[in-house]
């Protein structure tokens, strides 16, 4: 499978940005969809990430500021970020995880930066 992310961009704090992730197949065959970033000299951690049955598990981090939501029928999943703040400034990735016996098979977007200027 194949994931476009798009949407990111500048912008000032306090302000919103939506990111879009089209997959190139079915979203329903992922046990998780999901948004993960990684800020300059950091490592890659978890936003959030998003169920078939639409159970959520955000970071604390973003929570009450960010909202996930998933379209079946486009093969795509979003997110709405609100009130930003200049510590949100990463590249963000989309990222679709599959459950197997012999482990978790994780398929990555190519990223889009977002930029929070305090």
């Known amino acids: 499978v194949q994931l476009q992310a798009s949407g990111g961009g500048w912008v000032q704090a306090g302000g919103s940005l939506r990111l879009s992730c089209a997959a190139s197949g079915s979203i329903s065959s992922f046990n998780t969809m999901g948004w993960y970033r990684q800020a300059p000299g950091k490592q890659r951690e978890l936003v959030v990430n998003?169920?078939?049955?639409?159970?959520?598990n955000y970071a604390d981090s973003v929570k009450d500021r960010f909202t996930i939501s998933r379209d079946n029928a486009k093969n795509s999943i979003y997110l709405q970020m609100n009130s930003l703040k200049p510590e949100d400034t990463a590249i963000y990735y989309c990222n679709a995880g599959r459950s197997r016996r012999e482990g978790v098979y994780n398929y990555w977007g190519q990223g889009t930066q977002v930029t929070v200027s305090s």
């Open positions: 998003i169920t078939p049955a639409g159970s959520t």
